[in-house]
């Protein structure tokens, strides 16, 4: 069955570094992969989309590769900063178990910059 | 001005209760959806709307039941709630529609604050 998996482990960074986070997928044809903020008590926020024919993707401090034969997304923050601390989740365009198109979410990874 | 915004923000209510959860976007979207996030924080999709129209049920018992008055709102009503149905619910928006297979360019989706329950 489909299955995305992020690092369910918060990770720890200091301030200034750069934070790199990861997506896996299997069984699953994306066309799209979209990575999205969670601050606690409030919904997802969206923040960079990346197509299946394109390996990398900017915006500002982030980049987001997207690797559709390890079946992998890293998602990058350069010079993090306390405000980064969030979770991030990644979610997959494609087509479900159901045949149907569909964005799925993985469950996050938690960020935290230390200052 | 709130793009997607959900009414009410918390809501804790007995086992047996019917209870029902608002949300409106004022971006001009054609397509919403109901989204639950668990303890475990999978968010899953339950529903898809496009146009009043219901696109994507997923496996959701049937005490779950989307009204969409106008394209603008997408109100879930739950009927003899249960302790498992204790979560955050999200409301979303998105231009494009989850409908067929095509490749075409996807937008992104907005999210509303999330509702709260808890039932007890």
């Known amino acids: 069955s489909q299955k995305i998996e992020q690092n369910s482990e918060a990770l720890n960074i200091q301030e200034g570094k750069t934070a790199t986070l990861t997506c896996n997928y299997t069984?699953?044809?994306?066309?799209?992969l979209q990575w999205y903020r969670q601050d606690p008590g409030r919904g997802p926020v969206f923040l960079l989309l990346i197509r299946e024919n394109e390996k990398e993707k900017r915006k500002e401090r982030l980049k987001v590769t997207f690797d559709t034969t390890l079946k992998q997304s890293l998602f990058h923050i350069t010079a993090s900063q306390p405000a980064d601390s969030a979770t991030y989740l990644c979610?997959?365009?494609?087509?479900?178990?159901?045949?149907?198109?569909?964005?799925?979410f993985g469950s996050g990874t938690r960020l935290q910059v230390q200052p | 001005d709130t793009a997607v915004s959900q009414t009410p923000k918390y809501l804790v209510t007995q086992m047996g209760n019917d209870k029902s959860i608002k949300c409106e976007q004022n971006l001009g979207h054609d397509t919403m959806y109901w989204y639950k996030q668990d303890s475990k924080k999978f968010l899953k999709i339950m529903f898809s709307y496009n146009n009043k129209e219901l696109i994507i049920n997923e496996t959701v018992p049937n005490r779950f039941s989307p009204k969409s008055p106008d394209k603008a709102h997408l109100n879930l009503h739950i009927n003899s709630l249960e302790l498992g149905d204790s979560a955050v619910y999200f409301c979303?928006?998105?231009?494009?529609?989850?409908?067929?297979?095509?490749?075409?360019?996807?937008?992104?989706?907005?999210f509303g604050p999330g509702t709260r329950l808890l039932v007890l």
């Open positions: 069984n699953y044809s994306p066309a799209y």
């Open positions: 979303a928006s998105s231009q494009v529609p989850y409908t067929g297979t095509g490749r075409s360019a996807q937008e992104t989706q907005y």
């Open positions: 979610a997959l365009d494609g087509f479900a178990d159901t045949g149907r198109r569909a964005l799925t």
